[in-house]
């Protein structure tokens, strides 16, 4: 079948969506996608951000159709016609997803884990404005423990439900899923659980934003300061394949993550023990660095080549203070000496 | 007197029992159809009158029977839709509650002529009383030997089952329904496929409103043509309608499609004008979603005709001048009515029932919820009204079911049609502070306020 999106066609099998279809075209015109992963069955059409406006049902019936349809789950026709990135109609239905997405998101991205890898920061970097006309109070949700390795931040959360289906899909006993419903919808354990599955940790990895993060990397670093390379082990979890990305500052593994592609989804999905409990190098087999993007922000870590500094042109002590002024708030006798900590108790010091 | 098909026998006495509504002429259509009929003889029947869905959407109710898939094999299902929950609508709950048996008999005729063995009733869990109705009378047509197996002898089996929702608005819509009805969540599912091809179970299913199913009893028993007859062009029999607001007889009425508005509004027969010497000032003809109508328009459309209760009279002039018959809720208002305050609570409900599936519903009302309770409260900002705007045209078409839509038509209309009001609110948060603005002092002795004026 011969479908044309942005102007290229492409012949696909039928069954193809348009997503797919412009995925092997590849370029600008792929839509972007928040809750698709093509690994997972049953996933889409929640988003909407891949709206595209479909300028030609098919060679049989080539009436446009009406709506803006969810490219993810719209299958290609003969002979369809598809506007994606070349459609006003469509660029300003994802503009406006992307501000629906972020009015209630919180603005946490400096202390947030996934910051740097995230799907939403891209969406809105390509998407969003820098004003918000949203002034009301971000609906927020109380904080929920939801097990020793995974830390939920619901705030965060966009409902893509992609952690539902890894916890349908690869595991054999979902404890978490969907409660309540409209703005108040959260992902959240039947009264309280722990997720403990041995594949559970994947829920992280396809969590488009930082809801969902790894609690044995929380705060570690920022993900452009780690070096990520290809690693595999011999594991022996039925059902994982042990090759995975390991994320190294200097000769420490901080974190490990299953292989993403291009689109940020994994290759294979990898087990627990894999991902939290092996952060010796030399429980690896280190294969080599990783190749990324050229414009991706973990290649702002890229040293081989010359760091420019920032000179401000002003008096050094209006960018420093005065000498006397450092000394005073930095904390130079932390931690403090056993007898000054108990001067410390009686509040003398 | 016009034409009653639905509520003919409703004051009957006893004929919620299933004695009297057998004596009085019920289950004619189940032997009539099994007896001396083929399945698609009934369809043919059914497409012939020229039935529409009753539900809100209007679609030709025959031509949706024709597009359940039959070769498959699969086993098919009927399900009804009597999870009414649109704010203004309750002509389900009357004609279930004070005449079961006419739903049961539409049901069995139905399934008949779509070869469903299995169906069911979807009754929303606010109507419990009701649901236990159905129970009794499903119990009394089972005794009867109407539903079971081996019906009249033919061979054709057929279990019917009530199953009760649990409270939600969204369930409402045709595959939420399903889902729920399934024991999952009810969130509506992305289409296609329709359920006419995979629906309950990955089965054909075909899902119909209570009044569609009720008016098929009639249609077997006369035919098609003579359903045909009533009405107006393609707005064919007749209509419940849930009359309420500021009228003199508010209730549930019958009537052929066609009558004007003038005269359903102000005849004594059906609602006798206004309950109280105010002017009326709007009007919503088919529940919470559709767009409200200003006083000029109610009787009149924009080019002068009159408008007439059909579905295209009501929507004529499109969004820019007109409505829609939607399910008949039928909602007047005088002029201490605030529209402001109407649009909020009617928002407010929208962003109560999202399911939070998709993203534009799921935030975006909320956003409207929140922006028009600000102005209701008197701390609107004048571009909050273009706001409000923007909001809706960004939800409508862009989410997966037509939730969306019904959140967004009733703020743009309001918009469309009464922004004098909104700005008044914005303008003077002093005036509307003490909730009691347009009892005392209704809009038009205010309106030069908000109007633009040179001084």
Redesign the interface.
């Given at each position: 079948m011969k479908v044309t999106i942005d102007g290229q066609s492409i012949e696909v099998e039928p069954g193809t969506t348009i997503l797919q279809a412009a995925r092997m075209i590849g370029g600008e015109s792929v839509p972007p996608a928040m809750c698709y992963y093509s690994k997972l069955k049953g996933s889409?059409?929640?988003?909407?951000?891949c709206?595209v406006e479909v300028s030609k049902g098919s060679e049989a019936d080539p009436r446009p159709m009406p709506?803006?349809m969810?490219s993810c789950?719209t299958g290609c026709m003969e002979g369809m016609e598809v506007n994606s990135k070349n459609s006003d109609r469509v660029r300003e239905?994802r503009q406006?997803?992307t501000?629906?997405?972020l009015?209630?998101h919180p603005l946490d991205c400096p202390i947030c884990d996934q910051a740097g890898e995230c799907d939403l920061q891209d969406l809105s970097f390509e998407h969003g404005k820098s004003k918000t006309?949203?002034i009301?109070e971000k609906?927020t949700f109380e904080p929920e423990d939801i097990g020793p390795n995974i830390q939920l931040h619901m705030n965060r959360c966009?409902?893509c439900q992609r952690c539902v289906q890894v916890a349908d899909q690869l595991t054999d006993k979902r404890v978490h899923?969907?409660l309540?419903?409209?703005?108040?919808?959260n992902i959240s354990t039947c009264i309280s659980k722990a997720i403990d599955n041995e594949f559970s940790g994947n829920m992280i990895d396809v969590c488009p934003v930082g809801a969902l993060t790894d609690k044995t990397f929380r705060f570690k670093s920022r993900v452009w300061f780690n070096k990520p390379f290809n690693a595999h082990r011999e594991c022996t979890t039925p059902g994982c394949c042990g090759k995975t990305t390991v994320w190294m500052f200097g000769n420490e593994i901080q974190r490990v993550t299953g292989r993403k592609d291009q689109y940020h989804e994994v290759e294979d999905f990898i087990c627990n023990e894999c991902r939290f409990d092996h952060k010796d190098p030399a429980d690896w087999v280190i294969e080599g660095p990783r190749k990324f993007d050229k414009d991706s922000v973990i290649n702002q870590n890229n040293y081989t080549r010359k760091l420019d500094t920032v000179h401000i042109a002003t008096e050094e002590g209006i960018l420093k203070g005065r000498e006397q002024d450092r000394k005073k708030i930095s904390m130079t006798a932390i931690p403090l000496k056993k007898e000054e900590q108990e001067e410390f108790k009686n509040g003398n010091l | 007197m016009s034409k009653k098909i639905l509520l003919d026998k409703i004051n009957v006495p006893g004929i919620k029992t299933y004695e009297v509504y057998r004596r009085e002429g019920g289950y004619a259509s189940v032997e009539k159809a099994i007896k001396s009929m083929t399945p698609d003889e009934v369809v043919e029947e059914v497409k012939k009158s020229g039935l529409r869905g009753r539900g809100g959407a209007g679609f030709p109710a025959g031509m949706k029977w024709s597009f359940i898939d039959k070769k498959s094999g699969k086993p098919r299902h009927l399900v009804c839709n009597a999870d009414e929950s649109e704010p203004g609508t309750f002509k389900d709950r009357y004609l279930m509650e004070f005449i079961p048996h006419l739903l049961i008999e539409g049901m069995i005729t139905s399934s008949f002529a779509l070869g469903a063995n299995r169906s069911y009733i979807y009754i929303r869990g606010e109507y419990m009383w009701v649901f236990k109705i159905l129970e009794r009378a499903i119990a009394e047509a089972k005794a009867a030997g109407w539903l079971g197996k081996n019906i009249l002898g033919s061979g054709y089996d057929l279990e019917l089952h009530v199953h009760c929702g649990a409270g939600a608005y969204i369930c409402g819509e045709e595959t939420a329904l399903i889902e729920s009805l399934e024991g999952k969540r009810g969130n509506p599912r992305i289409k296609p496929p329709f359920p006419a091809v995979s629906g309950l179970w990955a089965n054909p299913t075909v899902v119909n409103n209570v009044e569609t199913i009720a008016a098929v009893p009639w249609i077997v028993n006369n035919s098609g043509d003579d359903y045909a007859k009533i009405g107006i062009g393609r707005s064919t029999g007749t209509k419940l309608i849930s009359a309420s607001g500021n009228i003199k007889n508010p209730g549930v009425y019958e009537i052929e499609l066609g009558l004007s508005v003038d005269e359903f509004m102000n005849s004594d027969e059906y609602l006798g004008g206004m309950s109280s010497n105010r002017p009326l000032k709007a009007l919503v003809p088919g529940g919470s979603s559709v767009p409200i109508l200003p006083a000029d328009l109610i009787f009149k459309t924009a080019n002068g005709e009159d408008r007439l209760m059909t579905y295209e009279s009501l929507s004529d002039g499109g969004f820019a001048t007109g409505s829609m018959l939607g399910s008949g809720g039928f909602i007047v208002y005088d002029d201490t009515a605030c529209i402001v305050r109407n649009t909020w609570n009617f928002s407010r409900f929208y962003h109560h029932e999202s399911c939070g599936q998709c993203t534009p519903c799921r935030e975006g009302t909320g956003w409207l919820e929140k922006v028009l309770h600000r102005i209701e409260n008197g701390h609107g900002r004048e571009e909050d009204i273009d706001l409000l705007w923007s909001i809706q045209s960004k939800i409508e078409g862009n989410t997966i079911c037509p939730l969306g839509d019904a959140a967004s038509w009733p703020v743009a209309a309001a918009i469309r049609h009464f922004r004098d009001e909104f700005e008044y609110h914005v303008r003077f948060p002093e005036r509307i502070k003490n909730r009691d603005h347009f009892v005392n002092e209704p809009f038009e002795k205010v309106k030069h306020l908000a109007s633009k004026q040179t001084v």
């Open positions: 889409g059409g929640k988003c909407r951000c709206l709506k803006l969810a789950v239905a406006s997803v501000e629906f997405l009015i209630n006309r949203f009301e609906r966009i409902l899923g969907v309540d419903r409209g703005d108040h919808a | -």
